[in-house]
């Protein structure tokens, strides 16, 4: 399948009156046309920075891409200009954010919030951009679209509110989809519909889709990849059944068991013990060190080599080396 | 909406009675009278005068009769000058300080936003430094110092403008300055503040994904949501201007309305006094209104025809 989306290496950091915070170290990320990828992690890891910088929304200064490319089918985004980066945004990559009562703005009718990016981006009358517009609320499933245009934001009960997010951002047709924690906001029963509506916009637009959340429950509905990413780096990537039936990473272990299970009760949850580390000195060695069951003394002073399982399965950790398997071993 | 005007309209004259009244009782609680001053005016002349004005009447007649001066609109004659009516006072002064008080407003508003709007585009860079200096010190600095001070320098010692009077638009520009430096720095600070928040807010974020460029962020999305604080104390600020142009006209010698009522209370010239100060209120009260029209206008989710908004 093709590639639309390749990162690598990519370094973010921020500057503030503590120091410089490595936000994000090394990411190396890629994704196919027509698939979910999620990226998964706790608050912190550096998973928002890391789908910021794809369309150069961190905010700059104090947010910088300090290393590394992000290639969207042949352009390097990061060495794009604010100019090109805007004919973009909006149409080739579109992102949606995690709170929908915030999202729109209060003063604007939904209808003219919904057109504008179309008439930013293509010459296209008002008459059609309405159109359009409305075909795109049927989608999503607003009733009545004609008139819900006429209405300002507040007249939208959550949920709605965030089927209009997901309409104005697909609007221009993009070919990625970025979803900052989509669900995070809303209560369980419109998480349902809202990852519904993905799986079905995914069937008819083709849309790549990229998935930021810490919900695995959210992840095991819709993801057809997983990156776990901790402290800036993705540590195990792999196939949404590599990551639930064959967890590698200690980290990815742990966090599949503190999720509480149905078919599981009464067992009490095992959380994972301890903070992720300060990101203003990151250790050198492997970042979940502290908290690893299975630390070695090789884990606190050596980063893990990058080991491959599968086609689709990768991970850092040092567990996965011969010399490692040897010494368990014995 | 229709509701909300008509209970708005009968508020406005209730507001407009209770001044008048107020005015009304307070103005003969000042001691003297119109006639303190013409000592050659004998005891009978005097009398006459005072029957001619319904002066000799009992202070409750001189109520009811006043009253209906105000729902007739006639204020009848001044009594220090006899020539004159108190309607053709306003009629020469209004639109005089009318125009004074509207270019004042839209030089304040215009230039405030501006200088607040980019003092929070570039927030933290010298450009937000001098516009913040500027306008702290425009707040310090009272009307009637920056106008001594703006007539000296620009007027006298460079010669640049007329001094005084109020006859072609050169002689507006050292008023308007003198009277507008204050609103707008307050303008100023407020928009200043109220971007900055608004620029870190949610929807701002969604509109640069979408590709806007940054001109149509900051007049589209920002602004108008930026702007409410400003629209609040418009009213305030209206107020203000007002005021100021009693000083600011009487030290340009413009011949506007505020010369008129500073004179009347002078001279205890009662018709002078009431008939200002109640054009004057009427006039305020109605620039309230609309400005809580607008508020309606400028952010939906403020419904005027309905209690608590949604």
């Known amino acids: 399948m093709e590639k639309i989306l390749d990162i690598k290496d990519l370094h973010v950091s921020f500057t503030t009156y503590g120091g410089e915070v490595q936000a994000v170290r090394g990411v190396n990320l890629d994704l196919h046309k027509g698939e979910t990828l999620a990226i998964v992690g706790e608050s912190g890891c550096g998973k928002s920075v890391t789908a910021s910088s794809i369309m150069k929304l961190i905010p700059s200064p104090p947010g910088k891409i300090t290393k590394g490319s992000i290639h969207f089918k042949d352009q390097d985004l990061t060495k794009m200009s604010n100019k090109d980066i805007r004919k973009i945004r909006g149409v080739d990559i579109s992102m949606i954010f995690q709170d929908p009562m915030t999202a729109l703005n209060p003063t604007l009718t939904v209808g003219d919030q919904l057109t504008e990016g179309l008439k930013q981006h293509k010459k296209i009358s008002s008459h059609d951009a309405n159109e359009q517009a409305i075909e795109m609320l049927n989608l999503v499933g607003i009733p009545n679209p004609k008139e819900r245009m006429k209405q300002h934001p507040h007249q939208f009960s959550g949920g709605m509110r965030q089927r209009i997010v997901i309409a104005m951002a697909l609007i221009c047709e993009p070919e990625l989809l970025i979803a900052d924690e989509p669900t995070t906001a809303l209560d369980v029963t419109i998480q349902a519909q809202i990852l519904q509506l993905f799986n079905k916009i995914q069937e008819q637009t083709g849309v790549s889709i990229i998935l930021i959340t810490h919900d695995l429950g959210v992840v095991a509905k819709i993801a057809d990849r997983i990156a776990v990413m901790y402290a800036g780096k993705v540590i195990e990537v792999g196939t949404r059944r590599e990551i639930f039936y064959n967890p590698q990473h200690p980290y990815t272990q742990g966090l599949l068991n503190s999720v509480p299970r149905l078919d599981q009760r009464g067992d009490q949850l095992i959380p994972i013990n301890g903070t992720p580390p300060d990101l203003f000195s990151p250790p050198k060695g492997c970042p979940f060190t502290a908290r690893c069951p299975k630390a070695m003394e090789v884990c606190e002073n050596v980063y893990p080599v990058h080991t491959k399982l599968s086609d689709t399965q990768e991970v850092d950790c040092w567990l996965q080396d011969e010399r490692a398997k040897k010494y368990i071993a014995t | ?310």
Do not use: C
């Open chain 2, 1 to 310: 909406m229709l509701k909300y005007i008509v209970k708005r309209f009968f508020l406005m004259i209730l507001t407009i009675f209770i001044i008048a009244t107020l005015t009304f009782f307070l103005m003969n609680a000042i001691p003297g009278s119109p006639f303190n001053e013409e000592k050659t005016s004998n005891a009978v002349v005097q009398q006459n005068l005072e029957k001619h004005f319904n002066l000799d009447k009992p202070l409750p007649v001189q109520y009811v009769l006043y009253l209906k001066s105000i729902i007739t609109f006639d204020f009848g004659p001044s009594i220090k000058q006899p020539t004159e009516t108190v309607n053709s006072l306003l009629g020469r002064g209004f639109p005089i300080s009318a125009e004074l008080g509207i270019w004042t407003i839209l030089v304040a508003l215009i230039s405030g936003i501006t200088l607040g709007v980019v003092a929070a585009l570039r927030h933290n860079k010298l450009i937000d430094y001098t516009a913040m200096t500027i306008a702290v010190l425009g707040i310090s600095i009272p009307n009637f110092v920056l106008a001594t001070l703006v007539i000296q320098v620009i007027a006298v010692d460079l010669k640049l403008l007329p001094a005084a009077t109020w006859n072609s638009p050169q002689h507006m520009i050292l008023p308007i300055i003198a009277l507008a430096t204050g609103p707008m720095a307050i303008i100023a600070r407020l928009t200043r503040s109220s971007m900055l928040e608004t620029l870190t807010q949610d929807y701002i974020k969604t509109a640069r994904a979408k590709g806007l460029s940054p001109f149509k962020i900051v007049v589209k999305h920002a602004l108008r949501n930026a702007l409410m604080p400003v629209v609040t104390i418009l009213g305030t600020l209206l107020a203000g201007v007002l005021t100021g142009t009693f000083v600011i006209e009487k030290i340009f010698a413009i011949p506007g309305m505020g010369k008129y009522f500073v004179q009347g209370i002078n001279q205890r010239d009662y018709p002078v006094i009431m008939g200002t100060t109640v054009f004057y209120s009427t006039f305020l009260v109605m620039m309230l209104f609309l400005v809580d029209i607008m508020y309606g206008v400028l952010d939906p989710r403020i419904k005027l025809h309905k209690k608590g908004g949604e």
